[in-house]
């Protein structure tokens, strides 16, 4: 139709929210309904026929338009919303994948649980799910409040400091979902992007127990320099890569960070330039974000380390 | 006929009386009411220029706040802009949200109260014109610097909501967000001194006739307006004092790592928050109801229906609140409460909407410019009420729960609902207050240009929103598809900027201040502020026998300006109006009111100056500024509640009234009420956070021992009382001596400061710490507010005594007495309510 | 005259005190609904009140309007009533 058409919250990939986007367009019809017969009325009042103008002109018309006309309305609306509610929160088995989701200024720090619920696999902003079956995710904040929202999979919920909520998402077919911060967190709220990428369940197998599995095989030659500098420089200081000594967790995971589709929190294209870049001096990119920049690395320096980040699948 | 305070009815037949009064007469009102000049403008304390400036400073912080829009708009016309920095936008957004809503809408609606009621109600003025002029004062003088500090960097940024844990000291080190708190919690107090002022005028000062069924609906719409204020406002008083609690002494309210809970604050917010859209609608509607009955050139369709849907939303807007946090995770039957009642506040809406149309329907409308602005308005309003009913359906909510397409519901609600016919009214009214009207011609292109300039912002910007793009984002990524609907908002908010520059350009033509040979009744209206006015309103107060008395009674303007109503004269050769009945505005007494002083603007200025330097962190000086706003405001005051020689005038054709009247029936009473309800509206909210973060974390609570201490702190207050039961006795005993009834008050406030002493004393044995835990934080808050009661009282034991030693305070009743008295009993009451609820609450241990 | 709209405010604050108390327990739907019942007991009799004609002062203008408008909120109240019970139906 045009450019952005379905938007995405018409546009539902998942059962959580394809029943809100059917629920948008009754009320999107509820409103052209209820709008076309104000017009209508309007129009008579001011341009129609006088008796017309003489029916339209008594308080009866208030009791009808105005109180009986509604209420028919609402009541529908009420019942119907209501009932959506109820089973858009049925109550959550506990046999469902569990993630533990957390917002931070200004990125997100997920964990894979496993049955006892512990962490098992960490990342950041990146979430990978199977298809086809419901997953329960535990937002929680480790600041201020944020907000989770992939709107082709679900609503979004708040993630609150000292408060515990748990979502569920669901994705009917493999693809890939954007969503962001929807709850003002201060500074680059703007640019705090999160992916969901869903798989087909066997790929979803796969990738798991690779990293669930995962062995540190020594570094290839031509990222050696890099795994140095990466501690030489600092970075380790805040950032955790598993089977390393870097174990920092002020930012986030890196351990995968050569797989992620994206950079910056969803900002930026994942590719050796961008990384450079990023390493290079962040706060161009994504100002005030935690992250210090690191001018003065050569750009030998920063291709090192962009091709050690780049081998850490 | 019934009465209801023993006035006989039949006395109204009296009027109009046959013979013209003398014109002399006018020129005692004339003199009496005169406005001083020069540099003493400042001094005026008359509702015809206070309103006035009012109404302007509302209007300058409109055009602010629309020119921080035009900024954040050209930011986000394109994605990646660089036009204002990150944190520039942030202010931006933050200051355009709080100057529309607290230094704007609100106050507009005040100001236009200010301005209108008294002429309306055919009051010589409002009960409290030095209270009108501090109200005004304080908001004008606050709001000028709290957006000063725009310019320095300073702005808050932690959006109009200021949700904690962001805007704590953790997060929000800087003094920005104590802007905020101080600031906006300042400009709430002159609101509900505002609020209050207003509420008194509209039940106590209506020309006499004009009983509830026969008041203007713009009366109605402010009068539930005013009580809104005064039951939503103490919400975010305490919520602003909380964090700033929290901020300056670190006591962990909304700190859950200390047992607190940040939504705690989003609790207490919206239910001020959300009434506030209504207290912004109501006087709106109040104004469209009489402007569409005028327009169409006949009697509003459904009057009461309209009533009953103003006091129905009044109340019911109350149960809404939580609508704004439905993706809190709260539980899921509270959010469907929230969500019925927010749909039930709709039919209301439709019997305005629909009484609106079936008017415009019988009358003859004419298509000119508050005609325009009344209808673009109306079918703006319905979009937004639409718009609005989508997102009270919770799991609709949960997907456009802070995007733009919420932007673009608020802004349909809040234009169409309130900034529309606000533009209509300035279209109807102008005539009042200018020797010229408006241009007709231009405001049909200021219409045209502000209407279409509204739906090319907001219309796409609903899109935006399915699109997927948050609020409160400064900037956006490429690729995005949100580039075009953003593109065409911007180009929208430039029209509709157009449209009000327009408007601007024709006010400074146009507009030239007058009380008496103004431009006049334009548009035909039928009600009392058409009466032909000086300063002091209309020349006598006519008996009222209908709700469009000038339509049904042509003669009635001549027989008005002829004094053959109420009060032709000065009865008193003072300033003075007449008080009359609450329900059946039967005449009761004469009030002496106040003339033109500087102490209202030196009050306001030192208030100002307190909160303003202790943003700052200039504690010194604010520490100074505090007690001489105490002076200012107590010598203006010592003015007051003077009886004058006549114990009983002719208030015209013989009806005699007395001029000094105390207890229930006085509007002194009616405002230490107010006053009471508001402190006590705090003390709820405060009560509500208490058990509130208890149910949220009951693992931080522990029982505060020593719960004996409540027997000295109880029977303290409960002396405190009985000595203010004994001093009214007194002082309604002849034989007493002059000093024996304020003795009483005396002691009764010395028990008041031995059991706020008494009951800190008991805390710091307990050692209860404020810092450590949000039990200990709200114990000692609670202890605050109630010392602050004390502080007041204290206060005013020293201003009766020293009225006493001048020999002020009259027997066998005195106004200054009863207040004193009844603000002490609810100190007495609410102290030992809160003794026992932080004793024996969580429990005995 | 405010009677209507009284009762709906009560009823609506006890419902969310209900709901605060005992969050997700069967108890709370059940004890919100028997606020409701009482609730429009109250609603239902005050209407009743209001719409039954008066004979003491037939000319008192004033009067009969105060209680039309009772009445009409009294029915508004009744409605809103039921619309805040749905959900203790239903959730």
Same mark, same amino acid.
């Given at each position: 139709m045009f450019s952005g058409w379905p938007p995405p919250i018409l546009d539902p990939a998942g059962p959580y929210a394809s029943a809100i986007s059917t629920l948008s367009w009754i009320l999107f019809a509820m409103a052209a309904l209820v709008l076309a017969v104000v017009l209508a009325a309007l129009y008579v009042a001011l341009f129609g026929r006088l008796e017309l103008q003489r029916k339209l002109g008594g308080k009866r018309v208030i009791w009808f338009g105005g109180i009986a006309f509604p209420l028919v309305v609402l009541t529908g609306l009420l019942i119907y919303g209501l009932s959506l509610t109820r089973h858009l929160t049925d109550?959550?088995?506990?046999?469902e994948l569990r993630v533990r989701i957390t917002g931070e200024m200004w990125w997100w720090r997920v964990a894979y649980l496993d049955n006892e619920g512990r962490e098992v696999v960490h990342d950041a902003n990146e979430l990978h799910i199977p298809a086809g079956r419901p997953i329960v995710l535990e937002l929680q904040s480790a600041d201020v409040i944020h907000s989770f929202w992939v709107p082709r999979l679900s609503g979004k919920l708040d993630m609150v400091p000292g408060r515990r909520n748990l979502m569920r998402i669901q994705a009917d077919r493999p693809g890939v979902f954007g969503g962001q911060c929807a709850e003002y967190c201060g500074g680059p709220h703007a640019l705090m992007g999160f992916t969901v990428i869903a798989h087909e369940p066997g790929a979803f197998q796969r990738l798991m127990q690779s990293r669930l599995n995962r062995r540190r095989a020594p570094a290839p030659p031509a990222a050696v320099a890099g795994a140095q500098l990466f501690e030489a420089a600092g970075c380790a200081a805040c950032h955790r890569i598993a089977g390393t000594r870097a174990n920092g967790l002020a930012g986030p995971d890196l351990t995968h960070v050569g797989s992620r589709r994206t950079l910056g929190a969803g900002i930026l294209p994942n590719n050796r330039g961008t990384m450079m870049g990023w390493i290079g001096n962040s706060q161009a990119i994504k100002p005030n974000n935690r992250m210090p920049p690191y001018t003065l690395l050569s750009s030998d320096q920063l291709t090192a380390l962009a091709t050690y980040l780049e081998a850490q699948k | 006929m019934t009465s209801e305070t023993g006035f006989d009815p039949r006395l109204l037949e009296r009027f109009p009386t046959a013979e013209a009064r003398p014109d002399s007469e006018v020129d005692d009102l004339n003199r009496i009411w005169a406005a001083p000049r020069g540099w003493r403008m400042v001094t005026i304390v008359n509702n015809n220029y206070v309103g006035i400036w009012y109404v302007a400073a509302a209007f300058l912080f409109f055009l602010l706040a629309g020119v921080l829009a035009l900024a954040i708009r050209t930011q986000l016309a394109l994605p990646l802009l660089g036009v204002l920095p990150q944190e520039t936008y942030n202010q931006f957004f933050t200051m355009h949200g709080t100057l529309m809503m607290f230094l704007f809408a609100v106050p507009i609606m005040e100001a236009i109260g200010v301005l209108l009621l008294p002429q309306m109600l055919a009051a010589r003025d409002l009960p409290f014109p030095r209270l009108s002029a501090y109200a005004f004062w304080a908001y004008f003088i606050g709001g000028l610097c709290f957006f000063a500090s725009i310019f320095v960097g300073l702005a808050p940024n932690g959006g109009w909501f200021m949700y904690p844990p962001l805007t704590s000291m953790t997060y929000s080190p800087g003094i920005n967000a104590d802007f905020w708190l101080l600031g906006i919690g300042f400009i709430e107090i002159s609101a509900i001194a505002g609020a209050i002022e207003i509420l008194v005028g509209i039940l106590k000062t209506r020309a006499p006739g004009m009983t509830l069924a026969r008041m203007p609906l713009f009366a109605w719409a402010m009068l539930v307006f005013a009580g809104m204020i005064l039951i939503a406002f103490p919400a975010v008083i305490l919520g602003t004092l909380l964090l700033e609690l929290e901020r300056a002494l670190n006591w962990p309210f909304f700190d859950s790592t200390r047992g607190g809970d940040p939504l705690l604050w989003q609790h207490l917010f919206w239910f001020f928050g959300h009434p506030e859209v209504y207290i912004i609608f109501l006087p709106a509607a109040g104004l469209v109801s009489m402007m569409v009955s005028s327009l169409a050139k006949t009697e509003l369709v459904g009057y009461q229906l309209i009533v009953l849907a103003f006091l129905a939303t009044g109340f019911i807007s109350f149960g809404v609140w939580a609508h704004h946090m439905f993706t809190t995770g709260m539980p899921m039957l509270s959010v469907g409460f929230f969500s019925a009642a927010s749909m039930a506040v709709s039919i209301p809406a439709g019997i305005q909407v629909f009484s609106w149309i079936a008017t415009l329907a019988i009358g003859k409308p004419v298509f000119n410019t508050p005609t325009l602005f009344v209808i673009g308005g109306l079918v703006t309003f319905v979009i937004g009420g639409l718009t609005g009913v989508m997102v009270a359906m919770v799991p609709f909510d949960w997907q456009v729960h802070d995007t733009h397409f919420i932007v673009a519901h608020l802004h349909y609600v809040l234009i169409g609902g309130a900034v529309f016919p606000v533009f209509a009214a300035f279209y109807y009214w102008f005539g009042m207050t200018s020797r010229r009207a408006l241009s007709e011609r231009l405001g049909k292109w200021i219409f045209w240009l502000m209407f279409a300039g509204m739906h090319l912002t907001f219309l796409p910007m609903h899109l935006t929103g399915l699109m997927g793009m948050p609020r409160r984002v400064y900037t956006y990524l490429p690729g995005m598809d949100w580039e075009w609907t953003n593109l065409l908002s911007t180009a929208g908010a430039f029209t509709l900027a157009a449209g009000v520059a327009l408007f601007l350009f024709d006010i400074a033509r146009r507009f030239r201040f007058t009380v008496e040979d103004d431009a006049g009744n334009v548009y035909g209206g039928g009600t009392l502020e058409w009466l032909p006015t000086g300063l002091y309103s209309s020349r006598s107060i006519p008996v009222v026998r209908s709700r469009s008395p000038l339509w049904d009674n042509p003669a009635l303007s001549g027989e008005v300006e002829q004094g053959r109503h109420f009060l032709p004269n000065s009865a008193t050769g003072l300033r003075e109006t007449l008080i009359t009945s609450p329900i059946r505005a039967e005449p009761q007494y004469l009030q002496i009111m106040m003339g033109p002083s500087v102490w209202p603007l030196l009050g306001a200025v030192f208030t100002a100056g307190f909160f303003l330097l202790l943003t700052v962190q200039a504690y010194t000086p604010a520490i100074i500024c505090l007690p001489l706003a105490i002076l200012a405001i107590l010598r203006w005051l010592w003015d007051t509640d003077r009886p004058v020689q006549q114990a009983q005038v002719d208030v &015209?054709? &013989?009806v005699m009234l007395p001029t000094y009247v105390t207890g229930p029936s006085s509007h002194g009473w009616w405002a230490i009420v107010c006053v009471l309800v508001v402190a006590f509206m705090i003390f709820l909210m405060a009560v509500f956070g208490y058990l509130f973060v208890y149910g949220i974390h009951p693992e931080y609570w522990v029982s505060p021992g020593g719960q004996w201490w409540a027997l000295p702190i109880v029977a303290s207050w409960a002396a405190s009382a009985v000595l203010v039961l004994y001093g009214w006795r007194l002082l309604g005993r002849d034989g007493s001596s002059t000093w024996s009834p304020t003795a009483a008050i005396l002691f009764a406030c010395g028990f008041a400061v031995t059991a706020i002493a008494a009951d800190w004393f008991s805390w710091r044995a307990q050692g #209860?710490?404020?810092? #450590?835990t949000a039990q200990g934080a709200f114990s000692h808050a609670l202890l605050a507010l109630q010392a602050q009661l004390v502080a007041v009282v204290v206060l005013m034991g020293g201003y009766l005594a020293a009225r006493t030693a001048r020999g002020l305070v009259t027997r066998p009743s005195n106004t200054t007495f009863d207040v004193v008295s009844l603000f002490l009993l609810y100190t007495a009451a609410q102290g030992s309510a809160m003794a026992l609820l932080l004793r024996f609450f969580p429990g005995i241990g | 005259m405010l009677s209507g709209l009284l009762i709906w405010a009560a009823h609506f604050f006890a419902l969310y005190m209900v709901a605060s108390l005992f969050p997700g327990a069967a108890l709370a739907n059940g004890l919100a609904f028997a606020v409701t019942v009482v609730s429009l007991a109250v609603a239902g009799w005050l209407l009743w009140v209001t719409t039954r004609p008066v004979e003491a002062e037939p000319n008192d203008v004033l009067k009969r309007w105060i209680t039309t408008l009772a009445a009409a909120g009294n029915a508004l109240a009744f409605v809103a009533i039921v619309y805040q019970t749905v959900p203790t139906v239903l959730l």
């Open positions: 109550p959550i088995t506990g046999d | &015209g054709a &013989g #209860l710490d404020p810092e #450590l | -």
